[in-house]
């Protein structure tokens, strides 16, 4: 077996990762620095190889067995996962290199882990600490002998909700030089037999063809996606297609699973059909009518699947409120949920919210009122407060919840002690009241950092909710102006019914604006525009006394074109019948512009104001000051739309395939951020990716299947829809990719490219050759010695990197 083009190791033998809950006896009142701490002490750095012979399914140190790993596409072992307890993590691998002759060679170790690496049983690198972001990187010398050459890594972490448990290894150079082998080779032979199948094979359409005949026991299942974690066991639909040289894909059921078995395990890839991604309309005339299907889709769930087996059942039960409509076991339920909100999990703030909704409209006899006052005395509803967990206190939902919760729950036992806050009731209150009254006064100033996110704009407005309906007329004013502003920016970026926008934070759902937890509420805006289940959030809504502005409607429809900011960000958007184009500016050029500052490097600063939590945020979760070169989160950059379906953008990928589970991922959000620059019908950006980030290529979403007709033209792909026109130039050559999606994308394998996209209607263009044209006198010219991209009209681009050390942690 070859290393990859990039030179990485690709086949190794697994054993892991071992998972055990964690804790250390020390605190802090600020979880990063918590975290940090944690990470610095977790891992342990053996200075002798471990001696076990290797062999498959035979135990590792680890006392788990030793497995093949496939992952389609990815140049890492990943085994990331989201952790909402701190838990210690490790991992074991190996593989064998291979030469001709003695060699010294370069190479580089890339992870977010700690790190020990032998080579022979001779101890080659070590990662001292693991990191949040961006990964490490060092090089290394590999001193290998003529023949076989054994590798063993160890990985360490500490799991605090989305961790990075992977590692690669990149030959730099003499790669042709190398081959690769595992341990227990005969064993593994069947494993990569099967890889080797399942990378061959292609989809075209709603069919799967395979290099050969599928092997006996090949499985397709059919995955429902259903949101309700009772449900996940029966979630996959699986048909035995041993033997067949094609399967045509049945319809109507967009994700697959391809199975493979070996030796009693299984080898799976996943496909993405496109066509089968459709929007889904209630079809109902009036908001009242949308809102009660509405709500009894909510209540069908019985709880929302949150992974690990976990499931938040709350907002279900608020919406089976609403309908009458309460199971047997809901009562059992909501038990469990106090239990989930006593452990301290990531999130138990969503549950809180939910609970001080559910008293406050519900009447409760009195072994619940006991056992909810006993949880909410208990809680820790902030970072001072006595307690180590891995809940998140600082995004901007979850900062408002913890605030307003607190509040609330202050007011609920004016005079009982909260044993961690070490407060009473009326001073939880007090305090925490002015913290609820500092997020409202920051979002009027500066807006949503959050701006436009596909999901957590949902969980902001549940928040925002609660306060509301459950303050003094002050808040509940400044609140209602605030969640107004929500939904004026949403129907601002709403084209053909689906919101088209950057984002602050996203998934891989920006794929597909109309199925993205934001449409659920551009759905209750709107009925007429597609519907979204948007986590069953809405369940809030059945008992609030917000209003909504019905008046925002028609803004929904209208032309606009316009700048305006929101947080650090500055957007532009330029929405005509036809076609949208949004983006935010990288680097901000108004004048006018002044960043809020952060302020958490800062000793002398107040670590429970407002200001100080946001600062943590734009660490963790990413800046909206864009600007060229900066390491980027989950922020959505631009868009360019002919229909909510057929969605046009560049990112750099934070991993090397769509398998991959990262923050920033495939599909949405960027390793590093570009120079962007928007004006009229364009949008012109520059990638120009360092050597310190292991992905080397970005890549074009191009979905060919949602055009009416398209075309690739030299450097330019163009295509139509309806009376919309839309063209992206790239630099450098274009390579056509599929992985999870088939004839969608494609990949400029250089560090640094330039993209010019351009939009045009019926009323300028007749047909696509004539917008062909237009697109041709930008005549777009990128120089990569001075880093600039000229047009023949008054767009022109200059990248510059920046520094900006609140994204490292």
Same mark, same amino acid.
């Given at each position: 077996?070859?290393?990859?083009?990039?030179? /990485?190791?690709?086949?190794?033998?697994?054993?892991?990762?071992?998972?055990?809950?964690?804790?250390?006896?020390?605190?802090?009142?600020?979880?990063?620095?918590?975290?940090?701490?944690?990470?610095?002490?977790?891992?342990?750095?053996?200075?002798?190889?471990?001696?076990?012979?290797?062999?498959?399914?035979?135990?590792?140190?680890?006392?788990?067995?030793?497995?093949?790993?496939?992952?389609?596409?990815?140049?890492?072992?990943?085994?990331?996962?989201?952790?909402?307890?701190?838990?210690?993590?490790?991992?074991?691998?190996?593989?064998?290199?291979?030469?001709?002759?003695?060699?010294?060679?370069?190479?580089?170790?890339?992870?977010?882990?700690?790190?020990?690496?032998?080579?022979?049983?001779?101890?080659?690198?070590?990662?001292?600490?693991?990191?949040?972001?961006?990964?490490?990187?060092?090089?290394?010398?590999?001193?290998?002998?003529?023949?076989?050459?054994?590798?063993?890594?160890?990985?360490?972490?500490?799991?605090?909700?989305?961790?990075?448990?992977?590692?690669?290894?990149?030959?730099?150079?003499?790669?042709?030089?190398?081959?690769?082998?595992?341990?227990?080779?005969?064993?593994?032979?069947?494993?990569?037999?099967?890889?080797?199948?399942?990378?061959?094979?292609?989809l075209k359409g709603r069919i799967l063809q395979f290099p050969t005949n599928a092997p006996v026991g090949t499985r397709i299942g059919y995955d429902s996606k259903s949101p309700d974690v009772t449900l996940s066991s029966e979630r996959v639909q699986w048909v035995d297609i041993s033997g067949k040289s094609e399967v045509e894909l049945e319809k109507n059921r967009?994700?697959?699973?391809?199975?493979?078995?070996?030796?009693?395990?299984?080898?799976?890839?996943?496909?993405?059909?496109?066509?089968?991604?459709?929007? *889904?309309?209630?079809?109902?005339?009036?908001?009242?009518?949308?809102?009660?299907?509405?709500?009894?889709?909510?209540?069908?769930?019985?709880?929302?699947?949150?992974?690990?087996?976990?499931?938040?059942?709350?907002?279900?039960?608020?919406?089976?409120?609403?309908?009458?409509?309460?199971?047997?076991?809901?009562?059992?339920?909501?038990?469990?949920?106090?239990?989930?909100?006593?452990?301290?999990?990531?999130?138990?703030? /969503?549950?809180?919210?939910?609970?001080?909704?559910?008293?406050?409209?519900?009447?409760?006899?009195?072994?619940?009122?006991?056992?909810?006052?006993?949880?909410?005395?208990?809680?820790?509803?902030?970072?001072?407060?006595?307690?180590?967990?891995?809940?998140?206190?600082?995004?901007?939902?979850?900062?408002?919840? /913890?605030?307003?919760?607190?509040?609330?729950?202050?007011?609920?036992?004016?005079?009982?002690?909260?044993?961690?806050?070490?407060?009473?009731?009326?001073?939880?209150?007090?305090?925490?009241?002015?913290?609820?009254?500092?997020?409202?006064?920051?979002?009027?100033?500066?807006?949503?950092?959050?701006?436009?996110?596909?999901?957590?704009?949902?969980?902001?407005?549940?928040?925002?909710?609660?306060?509301?309906?459950?303050?003094?007329?002050e808040i509940t004013e400044q609140a209602t102006k605030i969640t107004d502003r929500l939904f004026y920016m949403i129907s601002l970026h709403t084209f053909q019914g689906s919101v088209i926008a950057p984002q602050g934070r996203v998934y891989r759902d920006v794929l597909y604006p109309f199925q993205q937890g934001l449409q659920a509420l551009v759905n209750m805006?709107?009925?007429?525009?597609?519907?979204?289940?948007?986590?069953?959030?809405?369940?809030?809504?059945?008992?609030?006394?917000?209003?909504?502005?019905?008046?925002?409607?028609?803004?929904?429809?209208?032309?606009?074109?316009?700048?305006?900011?929101?947080?650090?960000?500055?957007?532009?958007?330029?929405?005509?019948?036809?076609? *949208?184009?949004?983006?935010?500016?990288?680097?901000?050029?108004?004048?006018?512009?002044?960043?809020?500052?952060?302020?958490?490097?800062?000793?002398?600063?107040?670590?429970?104001?407002?200001?100080?939590?946001?600062?943590?945020?734009?660490?963790?979760?990413?800046?909206?000051?864009?600007?060229?070169?900066?390491?980027?989160?989950?922020?959505?950059?631009?868009?360019?739309?002919?229909?909510?379906?057929?969605?046009?953008?560049?990112?750099?990928?934070?991993?090397?395939?769509?398998?991959?589970?990262?923050?920033?991922?495939?599909?949405?959000?960027?390793?590093?951020?570009?120079?962007?620059?928007?004006?009229?019908?364009?949008?012109?950006?520059?990638?120009?990716?360092?050597?310190?980030?292991?992905?080397?290529?970005?890549?074009?979403?191009?979905?060919?299947?949602?055009?009416?007709?398209?075309?690739?033209?030299?450097?330019?792909?163009?295509?139509?829809?309806?009376?919309?026109?839309?063209?992206?130039?790239?630099?450098?050559?274009?390579?056509?990719?599929?992985?999870?999606?088939?004839?969608?994308?494609?990949?400029?394998?250089?560090?640094?490219?330039?993209?010019?996209?351009?939009?045009?209607?019926?009323?300028?263009?007749?047909?696509?050759?004539?917008?062909?044209?237009?697109?041709?006198?930008?005549?777009?010219?990128?120089?990569?010695?001075?880093?600039?991209?000229?047009?023949?009209?008054?767009?022109?681009?200059?990248?510059?990197?920046?520094?900006?050390?609140?994204?490292?942690?």
């Amino acid at each position: 077996m070859k290393l990859n083009k990039e030179g /990485f190791i690709t086949h190794y033998l697994i054993s892991g990762p071992k998972e055990i809950p964690y804790t250390a006896p020390i605190t802090d009142i600020n979880q990063l620095r918590y975290e940090k701490k944690l990470r610095s002490i977790i891992a342990e750095h053996p200075a002798e190889c471990p001696t076990e012979e290797i062999k498959l399914e035979a135990d590792s140190e680890l006392k788990l067995p030793w497995e093949y790993y496939f992952s389609y596409g990815n140049w890492f072992v990943d085994k990331s996962s989201f952790y909402s307890n701190l838990t210690k993590v490790e991992l074991v691998a190996a593989v064998n290199l291979n030469v001709s002759e003695d060699m010294v060679v370069e190479a580089c170790l890339w992870s977010y882990a700690a790190i020990d690496l032998w080579i022979n049983k001779v101890k080659a690198v070590v990662l001292e600490e693991p990191v949040y972001k961006p990964i490490a990187r060092k090089k290394f010398t590999m001193n290998l002998k003529k023949g076989e050459n054994s590798i063993y890594i160890k990985l360490q972490n500490l799991g605090v909700r989305d961790t990075r448990n992977l590692f690669g290894i990149q030959i730099l150079k003499a790669q042709s030089d190398i081959t690769v082998t595992l341990p227990d080779s005969e064993a593994v032979k069947p494993f990569i037999v099967a890889s080797e199948w399942l990378s061959g094979v292609i989809l075209k359409g709603r069919i799967l063809q395979f290099p050969t005949n599928a092997p006996v026991g090949t499985r397709i299942g059919y995955d429902s996606k259903s949101p309700d974690v009772t449900l996940s066991s029966e979630r996959v639909q699986w048909v035995d297609i041993s033997g067949k040289s094609e399967v045509e894909l049945e319809k109507n059921r967009p994700f697959v699973l391809l199975s493979v078995p070996v030796r009693g395990k299984e080898l799976r890839r996943k496909f993405e059909i496109l066509e089968e991604m459709k929007p *889904v309309y209630l079809n109902k005339d009036t908001v009242e009518e949308n809102l009660q299907e509405v709500y009894e889709r909510i209540s069908d769930v019985v709880k929302l699947d949150r992974g690990e087996n976990i499931g938040f059942s709350l907002m279900n039960i608020l919406a089976r409120i609403k309908v009458n409509r309460l199971r047997m076991d809901d009562i059992d339920n909501i038990y469990e949920t106090l239990d989930q909100i006593e452990s301290r999990m990531d999130c138990a703030d /969503f549950m809180v919210c939910a609970l001080i909704r559910y008293i406050k409209t519900n009447a409760l006899d009195d072994k619940m009122k006991k056992r909810i006052k006993e949880v909410l005395l208990n809680f820790r509803y902030w970072m001072d407060q006595d307690g180590a967990d891995a809940m998140c206190f600082w995004s901007e939902n979850h900062s408002l919840m /913890f605030y307003v919760s607190a509040m609330q729950a202050g007011e609920l036992y004016p005079d009982e002690f909260f044993v961690r806050a070490h407060k009473t009731g009326r001073q939880l209150q007090e305090s925490s009241r002015k913290k609820v009254l500092e997020w409202l006064a920051d979002m009027e100033e500066h807006g949503f950092e959050e701006f436009l996110s596909g999901i957590y704009m949902c969980i902001t407005f549940i928040a925002l909710l609660n306060t509301i309906d459950f303050s003094e007329e002050e808040i509940t004013e400044q609140a209602t102006k605030i969640t107004d502003r929500l939904f004026y920016m949403i129907s601002l970026h709403t084209f053909q019914g689906s919101v088209i926008a950057p984002q602050g934070r996203v998934y891989r759902d920006v794929l597909y604006p109309f199925q993205q937890g934001l449409q659920a509420l551009v759905n209750m805006l709107n009925p007429h525009n597609p519907y979204s289940y948007g986590e069953g959030w809405l369940g809030f809504y059945a008992t609030s006394k917000y209003r909504l502005p019905l008046e925002y409607v028609s803004l929904m429809e209208q032309q606009v074109s316009t700048c305006y900011t929101s947080g650090n960000a500055m957007i532009c958007l330029n929405k005509t019948r036809h076609y *949208v184009l949004t983006s935010v500016q990288s680097p901000c050029e108004d004048t006018a512009f002044i960043r809020w500052e952060n302020n958490s490097f800062d000793e002398k600063s107040d670590v429970n104001s407002h200001a100080y939590i946001q600062s943590l945020n734009e660490r963790f979760h990413g800046t909206t000051c864009f600007e060229p070169g900066v390491y980027g989160y989950q922020q959505h950059l631009w868009s360019a739309a002919l229909a909510p379906d057929t969605i046009v953008f560049v990112n750099h990928p934070g991993g090397p395939c769509d398998e991959s589970s990262m923050r920033p991922g495939y599909w949405f959000g960027n390793g590093v951020m570009p120079a962007i620059k928007q004006i009229g019908q364009a949008i012109a950006s520059i990638y120009c990716i360092p050597e310190e980030h292991p992905i080397d290529f970005t890549h074009i979403h191009f979905a060919k299947v949602r055009f009416e007709e398209w075309r690739e033209c030299g450097p330019w792909l163009i295509g139509k829809k309806g009376g919309g026109y839309v063209g992206i130039w790239a630099s450098r050559e274009k390579e056509a990719y599929n992985d999870q999606l088939s004839e969608a994308e494609y990949r400029i394998y250089s560090r640094t490219a330039a993209y010019l996209c351009v939009c045009s209607d019926a009323a300028e263009c007749d047909t696509l050759d004539d917008f062909l044209v237009f697109c041709l006198s930008y005549e777009p010219v990128f120089s990569e010695d001075t880093l600039s991209l000229h047009t023949s009209k008054a767009l022109h681009l200059i990248y510059k990197r920046a520094d900006d050390r609140t994204q490292v942690i």
